[in-house]
């Protein structure tokens, strides 16, 4: 497994899925130019809309949706890997999916991930968010390879869930991936380090293309997109929350190395609890 150039596309995603295509175009054909063959764009790279009505008019099928179109044309124009993040899809029953995209190099689809955890909280700063009001849930992780490299899905929220990228990793993902849109006052607080704690405890590479700044729908985003290394180490960071691009390498003979110094998923053991109650365990890995 040759080594290779991946990029995070940090975007500001508005409420026009038109004029977000275009910026996905502009800073897809930067990062490539700079010679990044993977390509990673947000969470809600299509639009963020905070109003379920307008959303609901704005959000289309995946076959008819302007960024799904524009990646597969980019991928296969430029000859990258490139990942959508995400963007609302209308399923055929009459739901809405929170749904990533993978495109190869021909331009062909090769894997999609629905997010998983739903976004579904009240913050301390009187933020107040019900992701559930709008999206279905997805039921299935998703591991997919790319030149040798396993790649796993996540999408933002999923971050907060150890057991998913877990399951990843002991399916072989060396590359874990979190596009996100995280809240600013979430971001400030738990980013990076959540980020630097999924790629140390599973000795793989993690790419977060991240929206970032205050979004024509009202919210703020945090930004700081990140490469970690499986040693948990950032090799990039786009440090602010403007547009921007990074790139890094991945080599997945870093991922192998760090996992024979510290062989934590090989030393994993079963074990039970003892309480008072019986325990009642969701999201488990086995």
């Known amino acids: 497994m040759d080594a290779f150039k991946a990029a995070a596309v940090q975007m500001r995603s508005g409420t026009s899925p038109e004029r977000n295509a275009a910026d996905m175009d502009r800073l897809v054909r930067e990062t490539a130019s700079r010679g ?15 109003d379920k009505q307008a959303g609901a008019a704005a959000f289309i099928t995946e076959d008819k949706d302007i960024v ?8 296969r124009e430029l000859g990258i890997y490139l990942h959508v993040g995400s963007t609302a899809i209308l399923r055929a029953d009459g739901k809405l999916a929170n749904r990533a995209f993978l495109f190869g190099p021909d331009g062909q689809a090769i894997a999609g991930y629905d997010k998983i ?14 992701e559930s009001a709008s999206y279905e849930p997805g039921t299935e992780a998703v591991v997919t390879e790319i030149d040798g490299v396993r790649l796993g899905f ?7 869930f150890p057991q998913l990228f877990r399951a990843e990793a002991l399916a072989g993902a060396d590359l874990l991936t979190v596009p996100a849109a995280f809240t600013r006052q979430t971001g400030e607080a738990h980013w990076h380090v959540l980020l630097r704690a999924r790629a140390i405890e599973n000795g793989a590479y993690v790419v977060a293309a991240a929206q970032g700044g205050l979004h024509e729908d009202g919210r703020e985003t945090y930004g700081h997109s990140l490469i970690v290394d499986p040693w948990g180490r950032i090799i990039a960071e786009a440090a602010h929350d403007e547009p921007a691009v990074i790139v890094a390498e991945i080599d997945p003979a870093q991922s192998l190395a ?7 998923l090989k030393n994993a053991r079963d074990f039970t609890i003892r309480s008072g109650e019986a325990p009642r365990l969701k999201g488990a890995a086995s």
């Open 36 to 50: 990044a063959t993977y390509v990673q764009t947000p969470e809600m790279t299509g639009a963020l809309i905070r």
């Open 154 to 160: 996540a999408v933002c929220y999923d971050l907060r």
């Open 258 to 264: 760090a996992r024979r110094k510290i062989p934590n």
């Open 117 to 130: 955890h739903m976004f579904d909280v009240d913050l301390d700063n009187g933020e107040s968010w019900r």
């Open 68 to 75: 799904v179109a524009t990646a597969r044309k980019l991928a």
